[in-house]
């Protein structure tokens, strides 16, 4: 791609530097392997994505010393929403990701490159019984926040401290009836204009950082690992294991969102 050439010499060299070896195609055939054609003319060939459960999603907190900050997608339909709030759950600190098997936009290139490089440092964890999760999670300490338009409170006067896990609703349909069944609190984001609602991605990133914004790296966060020394609520030391290799990009030029490379 000879408009990005300068940009693409630089990554050739920093490979080249890690010892990653460097295989030059056309356009067409980097857009065939990667997937879809929004790759921005580079793409990193990884092992296998390795997901993770919800003890380890849980001991990582305890690694931290924080409260679990867990986000969970219910049922999202748009790749570009998964990849973008992927991207805001890992700015705003959250530990990991949960979400269905089933029903559910796949963690696609476009989702990858959506998330600029977030899918490579969060926990994913992919599930079959999504509510069942969500209660699994409650009994563990954790409350289960969900926004409703009707809700009584808005997020910023709601205390979202603690263990906490946010879900968002698929754009369509919102909250599906079993996890809305699962859910704890709901609360509402304030709208002003004349539009009535924001994009999934939008409202799930306003909530994740209104949380974010009002956890006490103080008294909060020590009080859940200590309750959580219940050995029926505390994750195995098997599920202690180190995240999946972290594969550092680097943007070979801005595009909308300023995601990164593609992953193929």
């Not at 080249?16 to 056309?26: A, K, Q, Y």
């Not at 089933?102 to 977030?118: F, N």
């Not at 969900?146 to 879900?167: K, Q």
Request: glycine fraction near 10%; charge should be negative; aromatic fraction near 2%.
């Amino acid at each position: 791609m000879p408009q990005r050439r300068q940009a693409l010499e630089r990554l050739v060299l920093h490979a080249t530097t890690l010892r990653i070896p460097i295989i030059e195609v056309e356009g067409g055939s980097l857009t065939a392997m990667a997937g879809f054609d929004g790759h921005q003319g580079v793409a990193l060939v990884v092992d296998a994505r390795r997901y993770a459960s919800l003890e380890e999603i849980l001991a990582r907190a305890i690694e931290r010393s924080e409260p679990p900050f867990v986000l969970a997608l219910d049922s999202l339909e748009d790749p570009q929403n998964v990849g973008t709030l992927l991207r805001s759950a890992e700015a705003a600190g959250v530990h990991g990701v949960i979400f269905p098997t089933e029903r559910q936009a796949p963690l696609s290139p476009a989702a990858v490159k959506a998330s600029a490089g977030a899918t490579e440092h969060l926990l994913l964890c992919p599930l079959d019984d999504l509510p069942g999760a969500l209660a699994d999670l409650h009994v563990r300490g954790l409350r289960i926040v969900g926004a409703e338009e009707d809700a009584p409170l808005t997020a910023r006067e709601s205390d979202l401290r603690g263990g906490l896990a946010i879900v968002v609703g698929s754009e369509g349909r919102g909250l599906s009836p079993a996890v809305r069944r699962r859910c704890d609190l709901f609360v509402r984001i304030p709208m002003r204009g004349s539009i009535g609602s924001l994009n999934a991605a939008v409202a799930g990133s306003i909530l994740l950082y209104e949380a974010s914004g009002q956890r006490d790296p103080g008294p909060t966060s020590e009080a859940w690992p200590a309750a959580a020394a219940d050995p029926a609520t505390t994750p195995p030391a098997a599920g202690r294991r180190r995240p999946a290799r972290a594969v550092k990009g680097t943007d070979t030029g801005e595009q909308e969102g300023g995601a990164g490379p593609g992953r193929a």
